[in-house]
């Protein structure tokens, strides 16, 4: 059996024995209170960046063009302006067309991506 020895961070108190019999193996720390409980905070650094990272988030689905957000493809400005002009309406039906290679698929999947968002289809 192992016997672990160390300080104590929130006393100081030093030569703390613990054995490895008292150590669970299925402890979890789920909710932000007993992390806080058991002394295992993150640096601010770290929790300024989460903060910012989930308030971007919540900004971009309150967005209008939160449809637009889902695309995995380098997007060219005037993609943006169609997708963002027809899938605004209620019922867009649209001849997308321009040169050869300046993505008409990722505009047509741009704006089923935002109809299917906004909840005004059901089936494409």
Do not use: W
């Not at 613990?18 to 002394?39: C, M, Y």
Request: hydrophobic letters at 35%.
């Amino acid at each position: 059996m192992l016997t672990y020895f160390g300080t104590r961070e929130d006393s100081s108190e030093t030569d703390i024995a613990l054995r490895e019999i008292f150590l669970s193996h299925q402890i979890r720390f789920n909710r932000p209170q007993d992390k806080l409980f058991a002394g295992q905070i993150d640096r601010m650094d770290r929790f300024a960046l989460r903060y910012r990272a989930l308030n971007n988030n919540h900004k971009q689905q309150r967005s209008p063009l939160r449809g637009l957000c889902g695309s995995r493809a380098g997007l060219i400005p005037h993609q943006l302006y169609i997708a963002h002009e027809v899938g605004r309406r209620y019922a867009p039906r649209v001849l997308l067309a321009d040169e050869v290679g300046l993505g008409k698929t990722i505009e047509a999947g741009m704006i089923i991506h935002q109809q299917i968002l906004s909840g005004r289809t059901q089936r494409v």
